[in-house]
């Protein structure tokens, strides 16, 4: 016997399949609300390159490490390159540095493009912020880009020129393959010499550059040079026998030269050394003859002052005598060498009038007065003329000389 579902059984199953088909739809709903990332909390970046590239397009990824961080929400082509917007979640914003290395990139030859961000060798200590502008450092080459610029190649080339070309590198090495292969073994050997060279040839090259910017410079006055060398090379041509004169007349001299030197070349030799002593003192003294010499041309200009010369024509100054030398005795006055003061300029060439030069004492045995007997009061013999005879308690005539000196010539 059949069951006959009531209305009141109806209502519940009803709800259920109305609460079943609205649970579907929420879910579907959310599902495609998370799959276009409606709850996503994103911040906006710009990234500019100057090309985006044929497979870039809106929705691609951005990667930081490797990692999807965000999308590409815009492409625009602009006159200087191309600009993209993206979206990056903010909390692996906050790990990725301000000086991050951004390129834009893919997997394989043909495969979509995404946006990576790598971390520099020095990353910065602060984080991108939202909004920030970065550049990209690096967009890989595509396929049409390669033809592009092969195509290009080809028709610089001029593929029948190429292919003559090869073919004639193909008959120069045809049956010198052991040769071929010698010559590329010395080379690396060669080049592993040099390779340990690298940075002095490289230092040298640097130098050589400087020194062609210098040769460069003088370069005018090197053309003067040689211009100045032709006039020269002229002047010689049109004086050649006068120059063979002179060669003539040199030669003659050296031969005189050659006589005398091996005629007296020992007492040259003799005479050199004889004068080594002096002139080794000469060089010992030679600091103080800058300063002598000026320090008596002061002492000309002071005593021209004092002695009237300056000022008026000729000098004024008294006049007197001086009891004189005797006579030399060797070996008894031979000159002794010990003196040891060293050069001294002692306040030469411009002494310091309140300062008196120290007085130097030298064992030198130059002493012309010693012993000497005084000849104003000791003379035996009168110093102009015959001493006459004198008369018993008649005074003598004085002599010149004590007539000078105003003496009265009687008897002291």
Do not use: W
Not at 55 to 72: C, F, H, P, Q
Not at 116 to 131: I, K, M, S, V, W
Not at 155 to 183: F, H
């Amino acid at each position: 016997m059949a069951r006959t579902v009531s209305q009141s059984d109806a209502v519940p199953k009803r709800v259920a399949a109305a609460s079943l088909a609205l649970f579907i739809v929420v879910v579907v709903a959310l599902s495609l609300l998370m799959f276009v990332r409606a709850f996503d909390d994103r911040v906006p970046l710009t990234v500019r390159s100057d090309r985006a590239g044929l497979v870039m397009e809106a929705d691609a990824k951005v990667r930081s490490r490797g990692v999807e961080i965000g999308n590409v929400t815009d492409i625009r082509q602009e006159f200087d390159g191309a600009t993209l917007d993206i979206e990056v979640d903010p909390a692996a914003l906050e790990a990725i540095p301000s000086n991050s290395v951004v390129t834009i990139g893919s997997n394989t030859v043909f495969g979509a493009k995404s946006v990576d961000f790598e971390p520099p060798a020095r990353p910065a200590p602060t984080a991108l912020e939202a909004g920030a502008v970065v550049e990209t450092s690096n967009v890989t080459t595509e396929v049409n880009t390669l033809f592009e610029d092969l195509t290009v190649l080809l028709e610089a080339i001029e593929p029948e020129k190429l292919n003559a070309t090869l073919g004639a590198i193909s008959g120069a090495v045809d049956g010198r393959g052991e040769q071929v292969g010698s010559t590329i073994t010395d080379l690396n050997d060669y080049l592993q010499e040099i390779n340990p060279q690298i940075e002095t040839l490289q230092r040298d090259l640097a130098k050589g550059s400087r020194v062609a910017n210098l040769y460069a410079d003088v370069t005018p006055d090197l053309m003067r040079l040689l211009d100045s060398g032709t006039d020269v090379g002229a002047n010689v041509v049109n004086n050649q026998a006068r120059f063979e004169q002179l060669l003539a007349s040199s030669i003659g001299t050296g031969e005189t030269g050659k006589r005398l030197l091996s005629e007296n070349g020992n007492e040259l030799v003799k005479t050199l050394s004889d004068l080594r002593a002096s002139t080794s003192l000469l060089a010992e003294y030679s600091p103080m003859l800058t300063c002598l010499i000026v320090g008596l041309n002061q002492g000309v200009e002071g005593a021209m002052s004092a002695f009237g010369g300056k000022d008026q024509p000729g000098l004024v100054f008294k006049a007197g005598f001086q009891q004189g030398a005797r006579a030399y005795e060797y070996p008894k006055d031979l000159p002794k060498v010990n003196a040891s003061t060293g050069p001294n300029c002692y306040g030469l060439p411009f002494p310091d009038p309140d300062v008196h030069a120290p007085f130097v004492v030298t064992d030198t045995g130059s002493n012309p007065v010693e012993g000497m007997p005084d000849v104003f009061t000791s003379r035996p013999a009168p110093l102009f003329g015959p001493l006459r005879p004198t008369v018993p308690g008649v005074p003598a005539p004085p002599t010149l000389l004590q007539v000078m000196l105003g003496m009265d010539g009687g008897t002291p």
